[in-house]
Nanobody
Framework: QLQLVESGGGPVQPGGSLRLSCAAS????????VGWFRQAPGKEREGVAY?????????????NYADSAKGRFTISRDISRNTVYLQMNTLKLEDTAEYYC??????????????????????WGQGTLVTVSS
């Protein structure tokens, strides 16, 4: 059973950067599409960034981002570490949230995004808190 553990959250000032990690055990994360989601207090969970599984694209990994993340966030993989990262730059106050990673086997990034929108992903980490504050 695939297990996911997020890390890398913490306090940061506006304009700063953080890199979140989603480390997997119990399976090869490479065969899963992985997404980063966040939930701010009092708000619904939203998807932030997605990366396809190794079989989810004929040209390597494909990615897609929420509009709020485009140009600032980058999702990537380290196969040797069985880990997916979310590099977050130019952080804003509104990026404050609990960040979660989630995975779906053999999916494209678009498919995982759709499942996330429908609340149908069942593999989640425990979350890591990002607080952007001056």
């Amino acid at each position: 059973q695939l297990q996911l553990v997020e890390s890398g959250g913490g306090p940061v000032q506006p304009g700063g950067s953080l890199r979140l990690s989603c480390a997997a055990s119990g399976g090869s994360l490479d065969s899963y599409a992985v997404g980063w989601f966040r939930q701010a207090p009092g708000k619904e969970r939203e998807g932030v960034a997605y990366i396809s599984s190794i079989g989810g694209s004929s040209t390597g990994y494909s990615t897609n981002y929420a509009d709020s993340a485009k140009g600032r966030f980058t999702i990537s993989r380290d196969i040797s570490r069985n880990t997916v990262y979310l590099q977050m730059n130019t952080l804003k106050l509104e990026d404050t949230a609990e960040y979660y990673c989630a995975a779906g086997p053999g999916l494209t990034d678009v498919e995982l995004r759709r499942l996330g929108d429908m609340g149908l992903i069942d593999r989640w980490g425990q979350g890591t808190l990002v607080t952007v504050s001056s």
